[in-house]
Protein backbone atom coordinates (compact mmCIF):
# COMPACT_ATOMS: atom_id res chain seq x y z
CA UNK A 1 0.00 0.00 0.00
CA UNK A 2 1.21 3.31 -0.56
CA UNK A 3 0.08 6.99 0.56
CA UNK A 4 -0.65 9.04 -2.66
CA UNK A 5 0.98 9.10 -6.11
CA UNK A 6 3.93 12.30 -6.59
CA UNK A 7 2.36 14.26 -9.10
CA UNK A 8 4.51 15.29 -12.47
CA UNK A 9 5.22 18.91 -10.94
CA UNK A 10 6.26 17.53 -8.02
CA UNK A 11 8.82 15.35 -9.10
CA UNK A 12 9.78 18.33 -11.24
CA UNK A 13 10.48 20.35 -8.24
CA UNK A 14 12.52 17.72 -6.06
CA UNK A 15 14.78 17.18 -9.08
CA UNK A 16 15.12 20.87 -9.59
CA UNK A 17 15.92 21.65 -5.92
CA UNK A 18 18.52 18.65 -5.98
CA UNK A 19 20.09 20.61 -8.59
CA UNK A 20 19.86 23.85 -6.05
CA UNK A 21 17.43 25.44 -8.27
CA UNK A 22 14.68 27.03 -6.21
CA UNK A 23 13.59 30.53 -8.52
CA UNK A 24 13.05 28.99 -12.35
CA UNK A 25 11.97 31.97 -15.04
CA UNK A 26 9.67 30.91 -17.23
CA UNK A 27 10.24 32.41 -20.73
CA UNK A 28 7.12 32.24 -22.55
CA UNK A 29 3.65 32.03 -21.66
CA UNK A 30 2.05 30.19 -19.31
CA UNK A 31 -0.51 26.99 -20.49
CA UNK A 32 -2.98 25.44 -18.33
CA UNK A 33 -4.28 25.87 -14.97
CA UNK A 34 -1.19 24.29 -13.22
CA UNK A 35 1.42 25.74 -14.80
CA UNK A 36 4.26 23.64 -13.03
CA UNK A 37 2.21 20.35 -13.83
CA UNK A 38 1.88 21.37 -17.68
CA UNK A 39 5.72 22.09 -17.60
CA UNK A 40 6.88 18.84 -16.03
CA UNK A 41 4.67 16.97 -18.85
CA UNK A 42 5.99 19.24 -21.31
CA UNK A 43 9.66 19.01 -20.41
CA UNK A 44 9.18 15.12 -20.69
CA UNK A 45 8.23 15.32 -24.12
CA UNK A 46 11.07 17.64 -24.95
CA UNK A 47 8.87 20.69 -25.63
CA UNK A 48 11.38 22.42 -22.89
CA UNK A 49 14.91 23.13 -21.98
CA UNK A 50 16.30 24.30 -19.02
CA UNK A 51 19.60 26.88 -18.72
CA UNK A 52 21.38 27.95 -15.79
CA UNK A 53 21.13 31.68 -14.89
CA UNK A 54 24.97 31.85 -15.33
CA UNK A 55 24.75 30.74 -19.12
CA UNK A 56 21.80 32.76 -20.50
CA UNK A 57 21.55 35.74 -22.56
CA UNK A 58 20.74 38.04 -19.67
CA UNK A 59 19.33 38.25 -16.29
CA UNK A 60 15.40 38.76 -16.58
CA UNK A 61 13.93 38.94 -13.35
CA UNK A 62 10.31 37.94 -12.89
CA UNK A 63 7.34 37.89 -10.55
CA UNK A 64 5.93 34.91 -8.84
CA UNK A 65 3.50 32.81 -11.31
CA UNK A 66 3.33 29.81 -8.76
CA UNK A 67 4.69 28.76 -5.35
CA UNK A 68 4.53 25.03 -4.71
CA UNK A 69 6.06 24.60 -1.07
CA UNK A 70 9.68 26.48 -1.11
CA UNK A 71 10.26 26.31 -5.05
CA UNK A 72 8.84 29.07 -6.97
CA UNK A 73 7.89 29.16 -10.75
CA UNK A 74 8.76 33.04 -12.35
CA UNK A 75 7.29 34.57 -15.32
CA UNK A 76 7.05 38.27 -17.08
CA UNK A 77 8.61 41.48 -15.36
CA UNK A 78 9.35 41.21 -11.77
CA UNK A 79 12.52 41.70 -9.38
CA UNK A 80 13.31 38.33 -8.43
CA UNK A 81 16.38 37.01 -10.28
CA UNK A 82 16.04 33.17 -10.94
CA UNK A 83 18.56 30.22 -10.91
CA UNK A 84 17.52 28.78 -14.13
CA UNK A 85 15.36 29.98 -16.87
CA UNK A 86 12.82 27.15 -18.74
CA UNK A 87 12.77 28.25 -22.88
CA UNK A 88 10.84 26.59 -25.79
CA UNK A 89 13.50 23.91 -27.22
CA UNK A 90 15.05 25.47 -30.24
CA UNK A 91 18.22 25.29 -31.85
CA UNK A 92 20.77 27.60 -30.10
CA UNK A 93 23.90 26.78 -28.55
CA UNK A 94 23.17 27.48 -24.90
CA UNK A 95 23.90 24.80 -22.39
CA UNK A 96 20.96 22.89 -21.01
CA UNK A 97 20.73 21.27 -18.16
CA UNK A 98 20.52 17.75 -18.42
CA UNK A 99 17.73 16.12 -15.89
CA UNK A 100 15.68 12.99 -16.07
CA UNK A 101 12.25 12.95 -15.38
CA UNK A 102 10.92 9.58 -13.28
CA UNK A 103 7.36 9.07 -14.17
CA UNK A 104 7.44 5.42 -13.84
CA UNK A 105 5.12 5.47 -11.09
CA UNK A 106 2.31 7.67 -12.46
CA UNK A 107 -0.14 5.62 -13.71
CA UNK A 108 -2.23 5.75 -17.02
CA UNK A 109 -5.31 6.09 -17.95
CA UNK A 110 -6.97 4.71 -20.74
CA UNK A 111 -10.24 4.87 -22.80
CA UNK A 112 -11.79 1.89 -24.36
CA UNK A 113 -13.66 2.60 -27.81
CA UNK A 114 -14.50 -0.46 -28.25
CA UNK A 115 -18.29 0.19 -28.19
CA UNK A 116 -18.09 3.46 -30.77
CA UNK A 117 -20.08 1.36 -33.50
CA UNK A 118 -23.49 1.82 -31.06
CA UNK A 119 -22.90 5.23 -30.71
CA UNK A 120 -25.65 7.96 -32.83
CA UNK A 121 -23.35 10.93 -34.08
CA UNK A 122 -24.15 13.54 -31.52
CA UNK A 123 -22.92 10.84 -28.61
CA UNK A 124 -19.85 10.93 -30.78
CA UNK A 125 -19.21 14.52 -30.35
CA UNK A 126 -19.83 14.10 -27.14
CA UNK A 127 -17.38 11.33 -26.80
CA UNK A 128 -14.81 13.63 -28.36
CA UNK A 129 -15.05 16.55 -26.15
CA UNK A 130 -15.34 14.12 -22.88
CA UNK A 131 -11.38 12.84 -24.45
CA UNK A 132 -10.71 16.66 -24.88
CA UNK A 133 -11.57 17.57 -21.07
CA UNK A 134 -9.69 14.33 -20.02
CA UNK A 135 -6.34 15.14 -21.50
CA UNK A 136 -6.63 18.52 -19.70
CA UNK A 137 -7.63 16.88 -16.86
CA UNK A 138 -4.18 15.03 -17.28
CA UNK A 139 -1.73 17.79 -18.40
CA UNK A 140 -2.82 19.24 -14.53
CA UNK A 141 -3.25 16.87 -12.28
CA UNK A 142 -1.44 13.99 -13.49
CA UNK A 143 0.13 13.51 -17.03
CA UNK A 144 -1.45 13.65 -20.37
CA UNK A 145 1.54 11.73 -21.74
CA UNK A 146 0.61 8.47 -20.13
CA UNK A 147 -3.44 8.58 -21.88
CA UNK A 148 -4.02 6.40 -24.55
CA UNK A 149 -7.75 5.26 -26.37
CA UNK A 150 -7.73 2.00 -27.71
CA UNK A 151 -10.12 -0.39 -29.81
CA UNK A 152 -9.95 2.60 -32.37
CA UNK A 153 -12.49 1.67 -35.31
CA UNK A 154 -12.98 3.11 -38.30
CA UNK A 155 -16.04 4.85 -37.52
CA UNK A 156 -14.68 7.28 -35.00
CA UNK A 157 -11.37 8.39 -36.79
CA UNK A 158 -12.83 11.05 -38.86
CA UNK A 159 -14.46 12.57 -35.88
CA UNK A 160 -10.74 12.75 -34.14
CA UNK A 161 -9.82 14.14 -37.50
CA UNK A 162 -12.21 16.73 -37.34
CA UNK A 163 -11.12 17.78 -33.65
CA UNK A 164 -7.46 17.45 -33.54
CA UNK A 165 -4.56 18.70 -35.07
CA UNK A 166 -2.34 17.11 -32.97
CA UNK A 167 -4.09 14.17 -30.91
CA UNK A 168 -3.44 14.67 -27.25
CA UNK A 169 -3.44 11.00 -26.63
CA UNK A 170 -1.91 7.53 -27.92
CA UNK A 171 -4.09 5.95 -30.59
CA UNK A 172 -4.05 2.17 -30.32
CA UNK A 173 -6.17 -0.38 -32.35
CA UNK A 174 -6.15 -3.13 -29.33
CA UNK A 175 -4.83 -2.61 -25.67
CA UNK A 176 -1.54 -4.86 -26.65
CA UNK A 177 -0.47 -2.39 -28.68
CA UNK A 178 0.72 -0.29 -25.48
CA UNK A 179 3.67 -2.74 -25.89
CA UNK A 180 5.39 -0.57 -28.54
CA UNK A 181 5.77 2.20 -25.65
CA UNK A 182 8.89 -0.30 -24.78
CA UNK A 183 10.18 -3.22 -23.43
CA UNK A 184 8.99 -2.81 -19.92
CA UNK A 185 5.08 -2.66 -21.27
CA UNK A 186 5.33 -6.04 -21.73
CA UNK A 187 4.88 -7.15 -18.29
CA UNK A 188 4.65 -6.25 -14.87
CA UNK A 189 1.13 -4.15 -15.74
CA UNK A 190 -1.31 -3.78 -12.80
CA UNK A 191 -4.96 -2.90 -14.94
CA UNK A 192 -8.10 -1.31 -12.74
CA UNK A 193 -11.10 -1.30 -14.97
CA UNK A 194 -13.40 1.42 -13.43
CA UNK A 195 -16.74 -0.33 -13.75
CA UNK A 196 -19.55 0.87 -11.89
CA UNK A 197 -20.79 -2.91 -12.16
CA UNK A 198 -17.74 -4.10 -10.13
CA UNK A 199 -17.98 -6.02 -6.86
CA UNK A 200 -15.38 -4.18 -4.95
CA UNK A 201 -15.30 -0.32 -4.40
CA UNK A 202 -11.36 0.68 -5.73
CA UNK A 203 -8.95 1.44 -3.23
CA UNK A 204 -5.25 2.24 -2.38
CA UNK A 205 -5.01 -2.06 -2.08
CA UNK A 206 -5.58 -2.33 -5.55
CA UNK A 207 -2.30 0.00 -6.72
CA UNK A 208 0.64 -2.02 -7.63
CA UNK A 209 3.42 0.36 -6.66
CA UNK A 210 6.49 -1.78 -8.21
CA UNK A 211 4.23 -1.78 -11.35
CA UNK A 212 2.78 0.07 -13.96
CA UNK A 213 -0.39 1.28 -12.88
CA UNK A 214 -3.32 1.63 -16.21
CA UNK A 215 -6.44 2.32 -15.12
CA UNK A 216 -9.08 1.22 -17.73
CA UNK A 217 -12.50 3.64 -18.76
CA UNK A 218 -14.96 3.13 -21.05
CA UNK A 219 -15.89 5.19 -24.24
CA UNK A 220 -19.68 4.76 -23.63
CA UNK A 221 -22.14 7.65 -24.09
CA UNK A 222 -25.29 6.64 -23.08
CA UNK A 223 -27.79 9.34 -23.36
CA UNK A 224 -30.67 6.89 -23.55
CA UNK A 225 -29.87 4.13 -20.94
CA UNK A 226 -29.17 1.30 -22.99
CA UNK A 227 -25.88 0.24 -22.86
CA UNK A 228 -25.65 -0.25 -19.30
CA UNK A 229 -23.71 -3.14 -17.67
CA UNK A 230 -21.55 -3.21 -21.13
CA UNK A 231 -18.50 -1.97 -18.91
CA UNK A 232 -18.53 -5.69 -17.44
CA UNK A 233 -16.95 -6.54 -21.21
CA UNK A 234 -13.67 -4.58 -21.05
CA UNK A 235 -10.71 -6.52 -20.46
CA UNK A 236 -12.81 -8.85 -18.14
CA UNK A 237 -9.82 -10.94 -16.91
CA UNK A 238 -8.56 -7.84 -15.06
CA UNK A 239 -9.36 -6.12 -11.95
CA UNK A 240 -12.59 -4.25 -12.07
CA UNK A 241 -13.22 -1.69 -9.31
CA UNK A 242 -15.91 0.69 -9.05
CA UNK A 243 -15.73 3.95 -7.06
CA UNK A 244 -18.95 4.54 -4.92
CA UNK A 245 -20.65 7.90 -4.19
CA UNK A 246 -22.41 7.34 0.11
CA UNK A 247 -22.50 4.25 -1.05
CA UNK A 248 -24.18 4.13 -4.88
CA UNK A 249 -21.81 3.65 -7.88
CA UNK A 250 -24.65 5.23 -10.02
CA UNK A 251 -24.37 8.63 -7.93
CA UNK A 252 -21.18 9.08 -9.26
CA UNK A 253 -21.15 11.64 -12.64
CA UNK A 254 -20.08 9.40 -15.16
CA UNK A 255 -18.58 11.48 -17.93
CA UNK A 256 -14.83 10.03 -18.57
CA UNK A 257 -13.43 14.01 -17.68
CA UNK A 258 -15.29 13.73 -13.95
CA UNK A 259 -13.76 10.08 -13.53
CA UNK A 260 -10.65 11.11 -14.41
CA UNK A 261 -10.90 14.75 -11.98
CA UNK A 262 -12.37 12.24 -9.06
CA UNK A 263 -9.26 9.56 -9.35
CA UNK A 264 -6.51 11.46 -10.40
CA UNK A 265 -7.65 14.20 -7.46
CA UNK A 266 -7.99 11.01 -5.01
CA UNK A 267 -4.15 9.92 -6.05
CA UNK A 268 -2.01 12.69 -5.45
CA UNK A 269 -4.32 14.78 -3.36
CA UNK A 270 -1.47 15.33 -0.03
CA UNK A 271 -4.51 15.52 1.90
CA UNK A 272 -6.08 12.45 0.34
CA UNK A 273 -9.51 10.84 1.63
CA UNK A 274 -9.78 7.62 2.19
CA UNK A 275 -12.82 7.75 -0.05
CA UNK A 276 -13.90 9.31 -2.90
CA UNK A 277 -16.71 12.26 -1.40
CA UNK A 278 -14.33 14.78 -1.22
CA UNK A 279 -13.53 14.81 -4.75
CA UNK A 280 -17.27 13.92 -6.09
CA UNK A 281 -18.26 16.94 -4.45
CA UNK A 282 -15.48 19.01 -5.59
CA UNK A 283 -16.63 18.08 -9.59
CA UNK A 284 -20.14 17.22 -9.04
CA UNK A 285 -22.50 18.97 -11.84
CA UNK A 286 -25.56 20.73 -10.89
CA UNK A 287 -27.00 19.02 -13.76
CA UNK A 288 -25.77 15.57 -12.54
CA UNK A 289 -27.13 16.98 -8.85
CA UNK A 290 -30.49 17.83 -9.72
CA UNK A 291 -31.09 13.96 -11.96
CA UNK A 292 -29.65 12.34 -8.02
CA UNK A 293 -32.25 14.66 -6.20
CA UNK A 294 -35.10 13.36 -8.63
CA UNK A 295 -33.76 9.46 -9.01
CA UNK A 296 -33.39 9.19 -5.16
CA UNK A 297 -36.43 11.01 -3.61
CA UNK A 298 -38.49 8.30 -3.33
CA UNK A 299 -36.02 5.60 -3.13
CA UNK A 300 -33.59 7.05 -0.29
CA UNK A 301 -34.89 9.86 1.64
CA UNK A 302 -31.99 9.60 3.44
CA UNK A 303 -29.70 10.15 0.80
CA UNK A 304 -31.66 12.90 -0.89
CA UNK A 305 -31.49 14.92 2.45
CA UNK A 306 -27.70 14.26 2.45
CA UNK A 307 -27.27 16.14 -0.83
CA UNK A 308 -29.37 18.79 0.07
CA UNK A 309 -27.17 19.20 3.02
CA UNK A 310 -23.85 19.31 1.48
CA UNK A 311 -24.71 21.40 -1.54
CA UNK A 312 -26.31 23.78 0.27
CA UNK A 313 -29.53 23.61 -1.55
CA UNK A 314 -32.18 26.36 -1.15
CA UNK A 315 -35.57 25.74 0.37
CA UNK A 316 -36.69 27.13 -2.97
CA UNK A 317 -34.82 24.70 -5.46
CA UNK A 318 -35.40 21.57 -3.65
CA UNK A 319 -39.65 22.72 -3.84
CA UNK A 320 -39.15 23.38 -7.51
CA UNK A 321 -37.31 20.10 -7.80
CA UNK A 322 -40.11 18.30 -5.67
CA UNK A 323 -43.45 19.66 -7.62
CA UNK A 324 -41.25 18.23 -10.63
CA UNK A 325 -40.72 15.18 -9.47
CA UNK A 326 -44.08 15.01 -7.76
CA UNK A 327 -45.57 15.87 -11.04
CA UNK A 328 -43.72 12.85 -13.36
CA UNK A 329 -45.14 10.49 -10.66
CA UNK A 330 -48.48 11.51 -11.27
CA UNK A 331 -48.31 10.66 -14.89
Request: include cysteine.
Amino acid sequence: MINRILSPKEILVNTLKKRNIRFLKLVGYPEGKDYLNVLANDIKKGKWDIVLNKYFFDNFPGRVLQKENDFFLLGFKGEILPDAYIIRRKNNSLPKLDIKLNFSKIPFFAVDLSFTSVLDPHEKDSLIVQLSKTANILKNFLSNYHYFVFNVKEDILPYFSKAYDNYPFHIFSSFEDIYTLGPEYKKDLNIIVLDPNADKVLSYDDIEVDKINIFVLGGIIDKNQNLNGLTQEILPNCKHRKIVYKGYAFAVPDRLNHITYIVSRWLTDENRDETFEKYIKEIMPKKFLRYLIKRFYYKDPDFVNSLIKDYNISKEEFERLKKEIEGKNEM
